[in-house]
């Protein structure tokens, strides 16, 4: 899921819960043909247990308008139907018990943890994993790599088939690969690839036709970093494909010689050929909004907008539902200082909308159910420190 924004810097179950605690043993898959796949269950969603929980200092904003309806465009094609996983399953990396990093698998309450594959076993010597995003059909895991050996920088794109742990490489290229997101359709992926020029540092925004290797550039990042006087660096940030695959959010942070950075929101609308694969940009826009969030996320559909903000001394975060319009639906805070969330902290938004995991790194792991506002503390799991992490649909 690393360069995070941060404002006047560049910062961003198995089997169900038995009695048997065989269950909760990590396997190593690759010593194992099937991967078992926790799925939330079409029960309403369940509250929050945990043996810490933290209820936080929240406010809502009230409003006559109802929370616009639509239906998901993600389908459920489980591997495995376990009877429940609590409010969801993380894929997620964290460190194999010395061993380098791996890519692991558990319930949202990190329990029922399972090893997928080790990061060594499926990337070139001295290539790390830098991001992950699940499929909208939970079949598949997409990674941006890079080189950490070679002076000249190196990245690519990675697919791992949950079916048979089978890796394929996508793609690679010059430049630095990060902070990718998978279509609804599962035909491409969007990500940034981070370069450099006499002018400056930038990102470019670009989408990856699985199937053909087609690329599409869909922001140019020099010719964005040339765009404003004084601009000296320009990073895009955090691209996220919307449900109906035409849209696309990102931020953009920009420094200047002599004046604060800017960070803002921004929505792309695209077109894609489904036969030669190429997408093109048709119109983008700024979200007046949306300035110095640190992440933003799609929800009901694509019909709202979930922002994310860590501002002031205190880090107060603020987790607001818009509209596309920017209204103003409902607010939650919580107390940043307190919980050791800061600028440079993660965020992932669960697929239904629900859950927000939030990783403020230095040992801590947090839920948030955004409709009762209740807060898990999950530091004391293998989820803590988790460096990127993503939802199973």
């Known amino acids: 899921m690393y360069r995070t924004l941060a404002l006047g810097a560049v910062a961003l179950c198995l089997a169900s819960c038995t009695a048997s605690r065989m269950d909760n043993v990590v396997q190593d898959m690759t010593t194992s043909s099937t991967v078992v796949i926790p799925q939330s269950s079409s029960t309403p969603t369940p509250a929050l247990t945990g043996t810490a929980t933290i209820t936080p200092s929240s406010t809502r904003t009230p409003t006559a308008t109802s929370l616009p309806t639509s239906t998901p465009t993600r ?6 139907t376990p009877e429940n996983c609590g409010p969801g399953t993380i894929v997620y990396i964290n460190d194999d018990a010395g061993f380098g990093d791996a890519v692991f698998l558990a319930c949202a309450d990190g329990s029922h943890r399972q090893k997928i594959i080790s990061e060594s076993s499926m990337l070139p010597e001295g290539w790390r994993i830098h991001d992950l995003a699940v499929s909208g059909d939970g079949q598949r895991i997409a990674f941006s790599a890079n080189n950490l050996v070679e002076e000249e920088s190196e990245g690519g794109i990675y697919v791992l088939n949950l079916h048979d742990r ?34 400056g540092y930038y990102n470019n925004i670009e989408a990856l036709h699985i199937d053909s290797r087609v690329v599409s550039q869909l922001v140019d990042g020099l010719v964005e970093l040339g765009a404003a006087e004084d601009s000296v660096e320009y990073y895009a940030s955090r691209p996220a494909w919307s449900p109906g695959g035409d849209r696309i959010l990102y931020l953009a942070f920009r420094e200047y010689y002599a004046s604060w950075p800017d960070i803002t929101g921004h929505v792309v609308s695209i077109t894609c050929d489904q036969q030669a694969h190429q997408c093109q940009v048709r119109n983008a826009s700024e979200l007046d909004w949306a300035q110095y969030r640190v992440q933003l996320f799609w929800a ?10 860590v501002t002031g001394a205190e880090n107060l975060v603020t987790i607001e539902r818009r509209d596309t319009s920017g209204t103003l639906y409902d607010a939650t805070t919580l107390d940043g200082e307190s919980l050791g969330i800061a600028q440079s902290a993660t965020f992932a938004l669960s ?13 801590r792991f947090y839920l948030l159910d955004l409709n009762t506002e209740e807060l898990l503390d999950l530091s004391g799991t293998h989820l803590a420190d988790a460096p990127q992490f993503d939802w199973m649909p």
């Open 75 to 80: 389908t459920r094609t489980p591997i495995a």
């Open 166 to 199: 089978s890796v394929v490489e996508v793609y690679t290229g010059t430049g630095a690969f990060r902070d990718i997101d998978w279509s609804s359709d599962g035909g491409y992926v969007v990500y940034i690839r981070g370069e450099s020029s006499d002018e």
């Open 300 to 309: 009901d559909g694509g019909s709202l907008i979930i922002s994310v903000s």
């Open 351 to 363: 697929s239904d909308g629900h859950f927000l995991a939030i990783n403020p790194y230095g040992g």
